[in-house]
Nanobody, 124 residues
Framework: QVQLVESGGGLVQAGGSLRLSCAASGDTFSSYIMGWFRQAPGTDREFVAAINWNGGRTYYADSVKGRFTISRDNAKNTVYLQMNNLKPEDTAVYYC?????????????????WGQGTQVTVSS
């Protein structure tokens, strides 16, 4: 079991940047593939980014490639999401997740480990 707490959300104008942080506790952080999902009102939760145990491999949804960067610091048990050139369509609640699994067509949290979410709002 792992507990996840997100921070760093807020209001930003289009073209601006935010950095989200996710602090993990309760289990061995370095043993998990970590990632981020987001969900806007009236939409399904969608995959954003993932990172493997040593940070050597990253994965991104097509909608955020070139704009978002995921990273992790195992010594601090923390994963980050740097979001640049934000667009209004990025507005959503962003969720940190642990134990991500790639099913080919989509990603899930295999152990259903989620943070509480942090709101990101991008104004036009």
């Amino acid at each position: 079991q792992v507990q996840l707490v997100e921070s760093g959300g807020g209001l930003v104008q289009a073209g601006g940047s935010l950095r989200l942080s996710c602090a993990a506790s309760g289990d061995t952080f370095s043993s998990y593939i970590m990632g981020w999902f987001r969900q806007a009102p009236g939409t399904d939760r969608e995959f954003v980014a993932a990172i493997n145990w040593n940070g050597g491999r990253t994965y991104y949804a097509d909608s955020v490639k070139g704009r978002f960067t995921i990273s992790r610091d195992n010594a601090k048990n923390t994963v980050y999401l740097q979001m640049n050139n934000l667009k209004p369509e990025d507005t959503a609640v962003y969720y940190c997740a642990a134990d991500l699994i790639n099913l080919g067509s989509k990603w899930i949290s295999g152990s259903n480990f989620w943070g509480q979410g942090t709101q990101v709002t991008v104004s036009s």
